[in-house]
């Protein structure tokens, strides 16, 4: 039973299909998005291949395809490009139909809690790699970000990210519950959202935030370059 191949597809259908909906146009921007992608993945991977040799999680063979490639399921790989794609198309879409940046005036309070809460939940756990090296890493990527880009997609960023707890409960949900993929509870503060790790809430946090880091990072670039006066 292929559930987890099933759960890429059903996670990146929708969002593929209407990639070419007139008013996002969210095609427009792949140049931006599968570099930003590609980032995340390499990361990302690299990260839970360690994971899985440490047997920080695992996954159940009988919901797998079989197929392998850097000691992890297809499906796993697979998994941090349906999902970045599917986030970033939901941020899309929000910009484009929700005009006001309802989230701006608290964007940055928000993220400077979370920049001191969170080391203080990782130094206090440090044992507990999964919940020490996810709360360290959004810390520091929040930081990179306010560096780069202070608060100006933040906003819209937490907007983005309220909305996808939605699919990713449900699809979250389905992967931790049958389990699809199982969690070591040594390696975290062992809370979960029914079946869910609360750390799961902070990694996709951090998987988001990369991804629409980079993406806007290259968007801006570009639009710079664009309007940059030619030198006669």
Request: glycine share 4%.
């Amino acid at each position: 039973m292929y559930l987890y191949l099933y759960l890429n597809i059903f996670t990146v259908l929708f969002p593929l299909l209407l990639s070419f909906d007139k008013k996002v146009a969210f095609y427009k921007g792949w140049y931006a998005l599968w570099p930003a992608i590609l980032a995340n993945a390499v990361l990302f991977i690299l990260w839970d291949a360690a994971f899985t040799k440490e047997g920080v999680w695992g996954f159940n063979a009988d919901y797998l395809t079989g197929l392998y490639f850097f000691g992890l399921p297809i499906e796993e790989i697979l998994f941090f490009i349906t999902v970045p794609y599917a986030c970033v198309f939901i941020y899309d879409v929000l910009n484009a139909y929700i005009k006001k940046d309802f989230l701006q005036p608290y964007a940055k309070i928000i993220a400077l809690s979370l920049i001191i809460i969170l080391p203080v939940v990782a130094i206090f756990n440090i044992g507990r790699v999964y919940t020490s090296i996810t709360f360290m890493l959004l810390s520091l990527a929040l930081i990179l970000h306010i560096k780069f880009f202070d608060t100006r997609y933040l906003g819209r960023f937490f907007m983005a990210y309220l909305v996808h707890l939605v699919p990713f409960l449900l699809v979250n949900g389905v992967l931790t519950y049958l389990p699809i993929v199982w969690y070591n509870n040594a390696y975290n503060l062992g809370y979960r959202i029914v079946s869910i790790p609360v750390e799961d809430t902070m990694y996709s946090m951090l998987m988001l935030l990369i991804t629409i880091s980079i993406y806007e990072g290259i968007k801006q670039r570009k639009g710079i370059k664009q309007f940059q006066p030619s030198v006669v």
